[in-house]
């Protein structure tokens, strides 16, 4: 090393190699990663690169640092092709580094390499080769299931002989109606995205236009237009239903869905002719004061031949115009005060939660079992798993189902945010790919961070192959 750039925290001076500084800074926002050692204080984007925050002071055992100081910077380090960072109170001086004046540490405790005596202070030289294993020394570890959970022939069985067979139906309103489809028939549910884009139709103004779903382009119908409603206005309640059958898919708007609910086919009355030409099969009594229309499989399936585009169907020029966007879009939720997202690829569909069925010695984040439309499928306690506060109870919390390595799992979070649609140039990818941390969004001109979490850090594939659930 030929010069020090020394800093101070608390009462204490310290230096580093100025040969490793790349640049000084005010402190950024800093998103604090779940389960990590005190001396990480989360990560940062700096110059377009994700980087991991570390506190000199914690990492000595010493109080942390306070970056609320108006004197207080960021030095940004490069070590091993790594780029790191530290917070400091005050950035002071830079001296030439002369042997005479170094006493090298022999027992060379945690980071410090040695002292160095200036004219007024004893600095302490941080060995900055060890801020790597620092920033590493927490390996997140996905969680790994010993035990199998019931399996997917698993069903709730029936006592009452009265009751006969029971089908899981999905409760939706439409024209501020209660209609029910059975749940079989819907592949997912969806959010809408920001914007549909708009296609030519002749005679059919319930068509809304084409969205696209992991590479394959949709049609949306507006099933109020299509029960002979007025035409719905988008909320953020508004899900969409996506059917399919072979190559062919179809997405119905709803205002918003209320819940699956199983159901003996022997409650269903079915209805005059009329109605049955109106696509109702049958009429469900919920409660004394709630009526559930009941909508015929072959009418959902007959407006999916008439309408759904297949995947021969799909021209270039429709293609163009849904992938030509430079966006990415993403699922952000929270967990007490921070944020943090999934990407949308992963995410099935976002449920309120639900009573959970336990499983015996199960891992401590692992809560149960839920069967979400006949799929037996794990529940995460992510704030658990995170070692984070959560803000909600239980009973208030979300469900995000997600797919992962071919399964169905799902997420207990506090709340969901919203759907979140973000240029590419907004999200700095990780270069570990072993982090928990996938990628870090910035928006807001720096405001606000959410960090992409890596589905697989969560539960390991391993895990899920022991677990006997629904396959995706």
Same mark, same amino acid.
């Given at each position: 090393?030929?010069?020090?750039?020394?800093?101070?925290?608390?009462?204490?001076?310290?230096?580093?190699?100025?040969?490793?500084?790349?640049?000084?800074?005010?402190?950024?926002?800093?998103?604090?990663?779940?389960?990590?050692?005190?001396?990480?204080?989360?990560?940062?984007?700096?110059?377009?690169?994700?980087?991991?925050?570390?506190?000199?002071?914690?990492?000595?055992?010493?109080?942390?640092?306070?970056?609320?100081?108006?004197?207080?910077?960021?030095?940004?380090?490069?070590?091993?092709? #790594?780029?790191?960072?530290?917070?400091?109170?005050?950035?002071?001086?830079?001296?030439?580094?002369?042997?005479?004046?170094?006493?090298?540490?022999?027992?060379?405790?945690?980071?410090?390499?040695?002292?160095?005596?200036?004219?007024?202070?004893?600095?302490?030289?941080?060995?900055?080769?060890?801020?790597?294993?620092?920033?590493?020394?927490?390996?997140?570890?996905?969680?790994?299931?010993?035990?199998?959970?019931?399996?997917?022939?698993?069903?709730?069985?029936?006592?009452?002989?009265?009751?006969?067979?029971?089908?899981?139906?999905?409760?939706?309103?439409?024209?501020?109606?209660?209609?029910?489809?059975?749940?079989?028939?819907?592949?997912?549910?969806?959010?809408?995205?920001?914007?549909?884009?708009?296609?030519?139709?002749?005679?059919?103004?319930?068509?809304?236009?084409?969205? #696209?779903?992991?590479?394959?382009?949709?049609?949306?119908?507006?099933?109020?237009?299509?029960?002979?409603?007025?035409?719905? %206005?988008?909320?953020?309640? %508004?899900?969409?239903?996506?059917?399919?059958?072979?190559?062919?898919?179809?997405?119905?708007?709803?205002?918003?869905?209320?819940?699956?609910? =199983?159901?003996?086919?022997?409650?269903?009355?079915?209805?005059?002719?009329?109605?049955?030409?109106?696509?109702?099969?049958?009429?469900?009594?919920?409660?004394?004061?709630?009526?559930?229309? /009941?909508?015929?499989?072959?009418?959902?399936?007959?407006?999916?031949?008439?309408?759904?585009?297949?995947?021969?169907?799909?021209?270039?020029?429709?293609?163009?115009?849904?992938?030509?966007?430079?966006?990415?879009?993403?699922?952000?939720?929270?967990?007490?005060?921070? =944020?943090?997202?999934?990407?949308?690829?992963?995410?099935?569909?976002?449920?309120?939660?639900?009573? /959970?069925?336990?499983?015996?010695?199960?891992?401590?984040?692992?809560?149960?079992?839920?069967?979400?439309?006949?799929? /037996?499928?794990?529940?995460?306690?992510?704030?658990?798993?995170?070692?984070?506060?959560?803000?909600?109870?239980?009973?208030?919390?979300?469900?995000?189902?997600?797919?992962?390595?071919?399964?169905?799992?799902?997420?207990?979070?506090?709340?969901?945010?919203?759907?979140?649609?973000?240029?590419?140039?907004?999200?700095?990818?990780?270069?570990?790919?072993?982090?928990?941390?996938?990628?870090?969004?910035?928006?807001?001109?720096?405001?606000?961070?959410?960090?992409?979490?890596?589905?697989?850090?969560?539960?390991?594939?391993?895990?899920?192959?022991?677990?006997?659930?629904?396959?995706?």
């Amino acid at each position: 090393m030929e010069t020090l750039l020394s800093f101070t925290i608390g009462q204490q001076a310290f230096a580093v190699d100025s040969d490793q500084v790349e640049n000084i800074q005010r402190i950024p926002p800093i998103a604090p990663v779940p389960i990590a050692h005190p001396a990480i204080l989360g990560v940062a984007v700096v110059d377009g690169k994700t980087c991991t925050v570390l506190d000199i002071a914690q990492a000595l055992d010493n109080p942390a640092t306070d970056t609320s100081l108006e004197s207080a910077r960021l030095i940004n380090l490069k070590v091993a092709d #790594q780029h790191l960072s530290i917070v400091t109170e005050a950035i002071r001086e830079v001296y030439p580094f002369k042997e005479a004046q170094f006493a090298q540490n022999q027992e060379q405790p945690k980071l410090l390499l040695g002292t160095f005596q200036t004219d007024h202070n004893l600095l302490q030289i941080i060995d900055s080769e060890k801020l790597p294993h620092l920033a590493s020394s927490f390996e997140f570890q996905p969680t790994q299931v010993k035990v199998p959970l019931p399996n997917k022939e698993h069903k709730q069985e029936i006592t009452d002989p009265q009751q006969g067979n029971q089908e899981l139906f999905l409760f939706f309103n439409v024209g501020g109606e209660l209609f029910g489809l059975q749940a079989d028939q819907v592949r997912e549910l969806v959010f809408p995205p920001e914007q549909l884009t708009p296609i030519q139709t002749e005679g059919q103004p319930e068509v809304m236009g084409v969205m #696209q779903l992991r590479g394959k382009l949709i049609i949306v119908v507006d099933l109020n237009q299509l029960l002979g409603f007025a035409p719905q %206005t988008s909320s953020e309640n %508004t899900r969409y239903l996506v059917i399919e059958q072979g190559e062919k898919r179809l997405a119905l708007a709803v205002e918003q869905v209320e819940e699956a609910v =199983e159901v003996s086919l022997t409650q269903i009355e079915a209805v005059q002719n009329q109605l049955t030409t109106a696509g109702i099969k049958g009429l469900y009594q919920k409660d004394t004061e709630t009526v559930v229309s /009941i909508l015929s499989n072959q009418f959902i399936r007959d407006h999916l031949a008439q309408k759904a585009l297949s995947d021969a169907e799909t021209s270039t020029e429709q293609q163009a115009q849904t992938e030509g966007s430079n966006m990415a879009e993403m699922a952000v939720f929270s967990i007490g005060d921070e =944020e943090y997202a999934f990407d949308i690829e992963e995410v099935q569909e976002i449920i309120k939660y639900q009573p /959970i069925t336990p499983v015996p010695e199960p891992p401590a984040c692992v809560e149960g079992v839920i069967n979400l439309r006949g799929s /037996i499928i794990p529940v995460v306690n992510l704030p658990e798993r995170l070692n984070l506060q959560a803000r909600n109870p239980k009973e208030k919390q979300k469900i995000i189902v997600c797919h992962h390595s071919g399964y169905l799992v799902g997420f207990m979070v506090d709340e969901v945010e919203e759907i979140l649609f973000i240029e590419h140039e907004a999200e700095t990818l990780s270069e570990d790919p072993h982090s928990l941390i996938a990628a870090t969004l910035t928006l807001d001109d720096g405001k606000r961070v959410i960090l992409r979490l890596r589905l697989r850090k969560l539960l390991s594939e391993d895990a899920l192959k022991q677990l006997s659930v629904t396959k995706a």
